[in-house]
């Protein structure tokens, strides 16, 4: 006979768990640099931090500054692509790829030498990609993404003027990385379109609440708890957590994989948000960054509470 799964922890047991790791992680924050964003955000300030998970059945467990609103940054591309994929379905993984990149995050040289197809929907190169399907397959393809992500926490989702701005100033590289894929016919819309789309849903606020919240559609194979809506069909819904273990993390999501073993995704802005399929949906926040990229602290948080819990996949 097959042993059935370990009993959950109680309540106050992953209370326990969530405030002990939050005291062992919260100070590696000193340790990297935030980035270089407007001093009057919260993800300027490098001693936030906060820890949450929501569970399927509604219930949540926070720690630190849940509650504190900060530009949703890379973390919005899964929820682009969940928007992509429910229109076009897998038809997008003929125009990006399903590979660890090994490059940075804003790299052009690969796809140069890849003829323009960007290696993941993750890198900035692929979800600007996203952004241009988006824009060719959605009535209001912003409204298909902050709609979505507003759907799954709840409440409506708003975009931060002061990281809007922000983005738009330092959109360089990503206009020209927009460009390159225009000379080989990837991007099909008008780059300031595209990088506009792009930069809009970066600059979408969040809070490391309502990232958990908002992740849980894929701990349960596709259907959103809160509502019984379904999201993305039971194999879209892996294939998204497959892309985000392989390549949700930057160049390091192979050390993810192997400290953490669950699906996660980073941004600039310091979150990572993850999901323990059949259990719940996690966020980590801290805005100090290391070499790669992810929230120090946060990180470090993640890689604890799976020990702690049991929940690498792998
Ligand atoms: N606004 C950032 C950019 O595309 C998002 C980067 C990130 O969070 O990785 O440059």
């Known amino acids: 006979m097959p042993s059935s799964p370990p009993a959950p922890p109680a309540t106050t047991e992953l209370e326990e768990v969530l405030a002990d790791v939050a005291e062992r992680s919260r100070h590696l924050a000193g340790e990297g640099e935030v980035e270089d964003q407007p001093e009057e955000l919260p ?138 894929m225009t000379s080989f016919g990837t991007v099909r819309h008008p780059v300031d379109e595209v990088v506009e789309l792009y930069v809009r849903l970066c600059s979408l606020t969040v809070t490391t609440r309502t990232l958990a919240r908002a992740s849980r559609f894929l701990a349960n194979d596709g259907v959103d708890p809160r509502t019984g809506t379904p999201v993305l069909t039971e194999p879209l819904a892996r294939r998204v957590n497959a892309l985000m273990l392989t390549c949700g993390t930057y160049d390091a999501a192979g050390q993810f994989a192997y400290d953490l073993g669950f699906p996660c995704k980073s941004g600039v802005a310091g979150a990572v948000m993850g999901d323990v399929p059949g259990r719940f949906g996690v966020c980590a926040w801290s805005p100090p960054l290391d070499e790669k990229g992810n929230s120090r602290a946060g990180r470090a948080a993640l890689h604890l509470l799976s020990e702690r819990l049991g929940l690498s996949l792998l």
């Open 43 to 180: 993800s300027a300030e490098s001693t936030r931090f906060a820890l949450a998970l929501a569970e399927l059945d509604g219930t949540e467990h926070v720690t630190g500054d849940a509650d504190v609103g900060f530009a949703v940054q890379s973390v919005v591309k899964v929820f682009a692509l969940t928007a992509a994929l429910r229109l076009v379905g897998e038809d997008l993984f003929d125009r990006v790829g399903r590979e660890p990149s090994g490059d940075p995050f804003n790299s052009l040289v690969q796809l140069e030498h890849e003829g323009g197809v960007p290696r993941n929907p993750f890198i900035n190169a692929g979800a600007l990609v996203v952004c241009d399907v988006l824009l060719g397959a959605a009535d209001d393809p912003y409204g298909a993404v902050a709609g979505l992500l507003g759907d799954l926490v709840g409440e409506e989702a708003a975009v931060d003027d002061t990281a809007l701005d922000a983005e738009r100033e330092s959109s360089a590289l990503n206009r020209a990385i927009g460009h390159l």
